[in-house]
């Protein structure tokens, strides 16, 4: 997500010149460049726009602008995704796409370094223990809250309370992943049995 995406729907509204030097305005009454443009930046970005949209663009297209940019808006304020687990592949794939939720938000570098260390222990579980899952994230700014969840219809954990208790001895790591990740979620849950292991880390940013 960047300003080429703002930049796009005002080209449908405007001529290019016109989109262009709109943007850069309200880019800089903000304090921004198009290189520091951020997602969290867009409701105060589409605020300073309003002058150009009312000056430039035609009464009845004013409305539909405004819903367009407000449905970029949108994502600015909650973003949920999902992601299939089976393989090796899809624990970097979970780990950027964390990260790039994280960047959009403006998430801080020590906020998104647990993020992504809690996605990448829980899918490498899902890949190294089970058939496979899916990994599901979501993001809001209001509150500032960041839910990881990681599910599988594997066959469960086993002395998950040892696990939990920091006395249990893995065969195949270090055993650490899961009290790391309730080490650093705000809020931890898990399920696990004969069908499946589900398991929701929350943290605050
Ligand atoms: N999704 C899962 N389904 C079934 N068993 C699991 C799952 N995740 C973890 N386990 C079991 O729980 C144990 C502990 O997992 P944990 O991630 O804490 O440590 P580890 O994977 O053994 O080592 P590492 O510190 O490298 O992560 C694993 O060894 C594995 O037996
Ligand atoms: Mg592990």
Not at 52 to 74: N, T, W, Y
Not at 123 to 139: A, D, F, K, Q
Not at 156 to 177: C, E, P, W
Not at 188 to 201: E, V
Request: glycine share 10%; hydrophobic share 35%; aromatic share 4%.
């Amino acid at each position: 997500m960047n300003h080429h995406h703002v930049h796009a729907i005002l080209l449908r509204y405007l001529p290019g010149t016109l989109a262009e030097t709109s943007l850069d305005h309200a880019l800089a009454d903000c304090g921004l460049s198009r290189q520091s443009f951020q997602l969290h930046h867009l409701p105060d970005v589409i605020a300073k726009l309003e002058s150009s949209i009312r000056l430039f663009v035609d009464g009845p297209d004013q409305g539909k602008l405004r819903s367009e940019l407000g449905a970029l808006g949108g994502l600015s304020q909650r973003r949920a995704l999902s992601l299939d687990i089976v393989e090796e592949a899809d624990v970097s794939r979970a780990r950027l796409l964390m990260k790039r939720v994280c960047n959009d938000f403006g998430i801080s570098s020590v906020a998104t370094q647990k993020c992504v260390t809690i996605v990448s222990e829980l899918t490498r579980n899902i890949v190294s223990y089970t058939s496979g899952g899916s990994m599901e994230l979501e993001v809001t700014a209001s509150p500032r809250r960041i839910c990881i969840r990681a599910k599988d219809t594997g066959g469960g954990i086993k002395n998950l309370d040892q696990i939990l208790a920091g006395a249990y001895q893995s065969r195949t790591g270090l055993g650490k992943g899961i009290l790391g990740v309730k080490r650093l979620s705000d809020d931890f849950q898990i399920k696990s049995g004969p069908s499946g292991t589900d398991i929701r880390a929350e943290l605050g940013w």
